[in-house]
C-alpha cells in the first residue's frame, strides 16, 4: 500500500512553483557524475549524467525531463539521489538541444520523440544487462509511456514510472492556455522561442526567426515549428499522433504512472483512459492535491514521489527476482 500524500500547502499553484524552486542536491562527493555523450546519428548526440553508487547497481534508471527542462531539474536530483541511496545507477539525460546541447543536435525535441531514449536504454542495457527503468516527468512521461508502448513485450525495460503525464497532449496544452495558468505559458513559450533564436544561427536552414512575433501560444508555436519541422504538419496532427494515451493499451511491462487531481497543467478528466482499468500492467495514483511535479510533503521524507516510486521500482526488482528463482527450480525439477 502506497504511503498517503500529505501536501506541504493545498493550492496547486503554489504547490507547483515550490517544487520547482525548492532545493534538491545529488551527494556528487558520494556519487560523482560522468558526462557521457551518445550519439545517435550525424547530427544528433545526446548529453547524459550517469552517477554509480560505488558497491554495484541493482539497476539501472534513466530520467527524462520536461518541457524546456534538462538534466539539471530539481526532481530529478533529489529523484536520483534517493536512487543512488538504494543502489541504483542513474542516468541523468537532456533531451535534444537541452542542458546546453543545442550545437550537438541539429533539431529540438518533441513530445513523441522516443527513438533517442530507446537507443540509449539498449546500449545501457547490453552494457550492464541489469534492469533498466525509465521515470518521465511531464512531457518526458509523454516519452516513456509512448516508448514502452511501441516496444510492447520487451527484455529491455523493467519497468516506467511517469509523473505528471500529459498523456493527451491537445487538451493539455489547451489547459495551459487558459488565464489561470498564463504564468507558466509565459514561461514555456519565451524558453522555447529562445531556443529557436539560437538554433537560427545554428542551423538557419531548419529554423527562422521571422514568424516570432507572430506566436502568442505553445500551440502556435508547434504548429509553426514543431509540426512542419517533424513532418506532423499541424499541431492538431502532432498532438493527436504523439500522445501517450494512444499507446496505453499495448504497454506490457509494470508502469506507475502519478498525477495529481488538482495539477493546473494536466487535467484530470483525460485519466478516464479506459486503459487505466483494462490494462493490468498499469498502476495509476493519484492523490487529491500536487499540482505540477510539485509533490512536496508536509514532513520529512520532504519528496513524496521519490519515496513511493523507488519503493515501487524495488518491489518490481524484489518480484523479477523471486520469478526468476522459480523459473531455475522449474527447469531444474
Same mark, same amino acid.
Given at each position: 500500500m502506497q504511503p498517503r500524500f500529505r501536501p506541504l500547502l493545498q493550492n496547486p499553484h503554489l504547490l507547483t512553483i515550490a517544487g520547482n524552486f525548492w532545493p534538491r542536491l545529488i551527494d556528487e562527493r558520494r556519487f560523482p557524475s560522468v558526462r557521457t555523450p551518445y %550519439? *545517435?546519428? +550525424?547530427k544528433t548526440t545526446i548529453v547524459a549524467f550517469e552517477h554509480q553508487p560505488p558497491d554495484g547497481a541493482r539497476g539501472q534508471i534513466l530520467f527524462i525531463h520536461g518541457l524546456e527542462g534538462s538534466a539539471a531539474a530539481g526532481y530529478i536530483a533529489s529523484f536520483a539521489q534517493?536512487?543512488?541511496t538504494r543502489g541504483f545507477g542513474v542516468h541523468r539525460l537532456n533531451l535534444r538541444t537541452c542542458g546546453g546541447t543545442e550545437d550537438l543536435c541539429e533539431t529540438m525535441y518533441h513530445s513523441g520523440l522516443t527513438s533517442d531514449t530507446r537507443i540509449i536504454a539498449e546500449r545501457i542495457y547490453a552494457r550492464d544487462r541489469s534492469p533498466v527503468f525509465l521515470i518521465g516527468f511531464s512531457l518526458g512521461g509523454n516519452v516513456v509511456l509512448k516508448l514502452a508502448g511501441e516496444l510492447g513485450e520487451t527484455d529491455l525495460l523493467a519497468g516506467v514510472v511517469a509523473v505528471s503525464? =500529459? *498523456?493527451?497532449?491537445a487538451a493539455c496544452v489547451r489547459a495551459i492556455d487558459k488565464p489561470s495558468n498564463r504564468l507558466y505559458a509565459r514561461r514555456f513559450l519565451g524558453r522555447l522561442l529562445d531556443r529557436v533564436r539560437a538554433k537560427s %544561427?545554428? +542551423?538557419p536552414h531548419l529554423y527562422s526567426e521571422t514568424a516570432l512575433r507572430e506566436i502568442k501560444t505553445i500551440?502556435? #508555436?508547434?504548429d509553426r515549428f514543431t509540426a512542419p519541422l517533424f513532418g506532423f504538419g499541424s499541431a492538431a496532427n502532432y498532438y493527436a499522433t504523439q500522445s501517450s494515451a494512444n499507446f496505453l493499451n499495448q504497454i506490457r511491462v509494470p508502469t506507475l504512472? *502519478?498525477?495529481a487531481k488538482d495539477d =493546473?497543467?494536466?487535467? #484530470?478528466?483525460i485519466y478516464s483512459h479506459p486503459a487505466f482499468q483494462t490494462n493490468p500492467v498499469l498502476e495509476l495514483l493519484a492523490p487529491d492535491h500536487g499540482g505540477h511535479l510539485g509533490f512536496l510533503s508536509r514532513s520529512r521524507p520532504r519528496f513524496w514521489v521519490d519515496r513511493v516510486a523507488m519503493d515501487w521500482i524495488e518491489e518490481m526488482v524484489s518480484r523479477s527476482a523471486i520469478q526468476g528463482t522459480n523459473s531455475g527450480q522449474l527447469a531444474s525439477a
Open positions: %550519439r *545517435i546519428d +550525424s534517493e536512487a543512488l503525464t =500529459p *498523456i493527451n497532449l %544561427r545554428l +542551423s500551440w502556435e #508555436f508547434d504512472v *502519478i498525477t =493546473p497543467m494536466v487535467p #484530470f478528466e
